[in-house]
T-cell receptor, first 116, second 116 residues
């Protein structure tokens, strides 16, 4: 069963507008961490934002914010004031404990295209 | 300047060749990872090293052989690969167990491998 689900293979947004990238997760562990990474065409995975399962507030990092809805097991990424440089693949990931070791499990990603 | 470097950035090899991928991290981290990213598939964890000791081998074929001589360097030795092994190979590093739940993995730019 998929642990991380990103239902949007591709998204388009106009420059300067906000966009939400969806992510739902599945875990029975009460303690977990959620991450978003950006992957430009160059290939490097760039860490954007982190949300802990016990965090009371939604995480924010500059133009990135995470809409964390624990009961719905969703951790959507919101990018405000989109820029052309935001065009990239975006991956949601969850840290979980499997067999006594910590692992980072990734979703399939969403390709974001920012139009001028 | 990225804290995690990978060489080469691109590699074309035949099925009978032997080559090595190199990863170096300048972040003072204790854990290093190899991931494989194929088209249209989620990122797949291959190997994990903590303090130079291999702690995870995610059922990777023996034609991939990792080596971690110290906490800053990680190699992936390749031999008799198959065309389906063509992918982007990403290296990452993190604090390891000391990082706690918020432990974040930082990635290198990857090596794009093509097996002919």
């Amino acid at each position: 069963a998929q642990k991380i689900t990103q239902t949007q293979p591709g998204m388009f947004v106009q420059e300067k507008e906000a966009v939400t990238l969806d992510c739902t997760y599945d875990t029975s562990d009460p303690s977990y961490g959620l991450f978003w990474y950006k992957q430009p065409s160059s290939g490097e995975m760039i860490f954007l934002i982190y949300q802990g399962s016990y965090d009371q507030q939604n995480a924010t990092e500059g133009r990135y914010s995470l809409n964390f809805q624990k009961a719905r097991k969703s951790a959507n990424l919101v990018i405000s004031a989109s820029q052309l440089g935001d065009s990239a693949m975006y991956f949601c990931a969850m840290r979980e404990t499997i067999g006594g070791s910590e692992k980072l499990v990734f979703g399939k990603g969403t390709k974001l295209t920012v139009n001028p | 300047e990225t804290g995690v470097t990978q060489t080469p950035r691109h590699l074309v090899m035949g099925m009978t060749n032997k080559k090595s991928l190199k990863c170096e991290q300048h972040l003072g981290h204790n854990a290093m990872y190899w991931y494989k990213q194929s088209a249209k598939k989620p990122l797949e964890l291959m190997f994990v090293y903590n303090f130079k000791e291999q702690t995870e081998n995610n059922s990777v074929p023996s034609r991939f052989s990792p080596e971690c001589p110290n906490s800053s360097h990680l190699f992936l030795h390749l031999h008799t690969l198959q065309p389906e092994d063509s992918a982007l190979y990403l290296c990452a590093s993190s604090l390891g167990l000391a990082g706690g739940l918020k432990e974040t993995q930082y990635f290198g730019p990857g090596t794009r491998l093509l097996v002919l």
